[in-house]
């Protein structure tokens, strides 16, 4: 009940393209899902985050969907960059617990 | 801009030695953490610390492990006796007024235990 199910493991998008991950939850006590990137060597790195009490949020090219009723959301990453090359993980927060969940991480490399 | 600080970058220690993993939270920050990566797998939850006392703690923070906040800046990890299978990234954590607040990473501390 504890765990965030990530996919893809690894994706490769060429330059300018979409990009696209995609997390299931299983906690509906959950109610704080942040997406972090990381590049090699570094902590991971908050870009973007939701509550469910909304279905998308966009910040420049990276857009959260959330579908609660499916218990499902994803990173869109529009205009995809080499500079976009990293590590990217979903997480959940919430409930009776103030620890972040992590996904299992995608490795996203994007061919110039 | 703030950010967490961590040292030392990198520790080797052998089994069975004590380590101590130190962080530097952002000032204002109230709530602190630590996670680990073993090398190509997720980040996992270790412990959280609030008002000078741990708030949650995983499975994986058994008796060998312990924090502290020894001064108004400091936050340490205090790894006992050293096993191999402690070998991975220990990342600190800061977050606000609220645990709600985004939790802000350091850049980590790679433990190799020989």
């Known amino acids: 009940q504890q765990q965030v199910k990530q996919s893809p493991q690894s994706l490769i998008v060429q330059k300018g393209g979409i990009s696209i991950i995609n997390c299931a939850y299983e906690?509906?006590?959950?109610?704080?899902f942040p997406w972090y990137q990381q590049f090699p060597g570094k902590g991971p790195a908050l870009l973007i985050a939701?509550?469910?009490?909304?279905s998308e949020k966009k910040e420049g090219r990276f857009t959260i969907s959330f579908n609660k009723s499916a218990k499902q959301f994803s990173l869109h990453i529009m205009d995809s960059q080499p500079g976009d090359s990293a590590t990217y993980f979903c997480a959940a927060y919430g409930g009776a617990t103030n620890k972040l969940i992590f996904g299992t991480g995608t490795l996203l490399a994007v061919q110039p | 801009e703030p950010e967490v600080t961590q040292t030392p970058s990198h520790q080797v220690t052998q089994m069975g030695q004590e380590v101590i993993l130190r962080c530097v939270p952002i000032?204002?920050?109230?709530?602190f953490y630590w996670y680990r990566q073993i090398l190509g797998q997720k980040v996992e939850f270790l412990v959280s610390f609030y008002n000078n006392e741990i708030s949650e703690k995983s499975e994986i923070f058994d008796d060998q492990f312990s924090v502290e906040r020894p001064d108004g800046s400091n936050f340490t990890l205090k790894i006992r006796s050293t096993k191999l299978e402690d070998s991975a990234m220990y990342f600190c954590?800061?977050?606000?007024?609220?645990?709600?607040?985004?939790?802000?990473f350091g850049p980590g501390t790679r433990l190799t235990v020989l």
């Open positions: 000032s204002n920050h109230l709530y």
């Open positions: 954590a800061s977050s606000g007024q609220s645990s709600y607040n985004e939790q802000f």
């Open positions: 906690n509906t006590a959950f109610d704080y």
């Open positions: 939701i509550r469910p009490d909304v």
